[in-house]
């Protein structure tokens, strides 16, 4: 009896297993959900960082152009009121890459 019950619960548990097996291949495989791009805003915001502002938004950028699920809209830059080179760092970036300056 007890050899029985052992193997009924091996059984109960393989058939369970094999049910989350096709489970997973359903929804990974058939029942994938068409996801839509996100709109995107995103909104930087800079002051006295001029030592580290051109590698942020170089590989800001770089990471941003790679990424193809996202639909940006809009990247806005805002210096606020910064006493060093930021706004002239700043500025030859937007030349280089396409987002919107904005000085407070």
Same mark, same amino acid.
């Given at each position: 009896?007890?050899?029985?019950?052992?193997? *009924?619960?091996?059984?109960?548990?393989?058939? %369970?297993?094999?049910?989350?097996?096709?489970?997973? !291949? @359903?929804?990974?495989?058939?029942?994938?959900?068409?996801?839509?791009?996100?709109? !995107?805003? !995103?909104?930087?915001?800079?002051?006295?960082?001029?030592?580290?502002?051109? *590698?942020?938004? &170089?590989? @800001?950028? %770089?990471?941003?152009?790679?990424?193809?699920?996202?639909?940006?809209?809009? !990247?806005?830059?805002?210096?606020?009121? *910064?006493?060093?080179?930021?706004?002239?760092?700043?500025?030859?970036?937007?030349?280089?890459?396409? @987002?919107?300056? &904005?000085?407070?």
């Amino acid at each position: 009896m007890l050899e029985f019950l052992c193997y *009924s619960f091996i059984w109960i548990c393989a058939i %369970y297993g094999f049910i989350e097996i096709l489970k997973i !291949i @359903f929804y990974t495989f058939i029942k994938t959900p068409k996801v839509d791009k996100c709109k !995107i805003h !995103i909104i930087i915001g800079v002051k006295n960082c001029e030592n580290n502002i051109e *590698s942020f938004l &170089r590989t @800001f950028f %770089y990471k941003i152009l790679n990424c193809q699920k996202l639909d940006i809209n809009e !990247i806005v830059v805002v210096d606020m009121n *910064s006493t060093d080179n930021t706004k002239k760092i700043l500025k030859k970036l937007n030349e280089d890459y396409e @987002f919107e300056y &904005r000085e407070l």
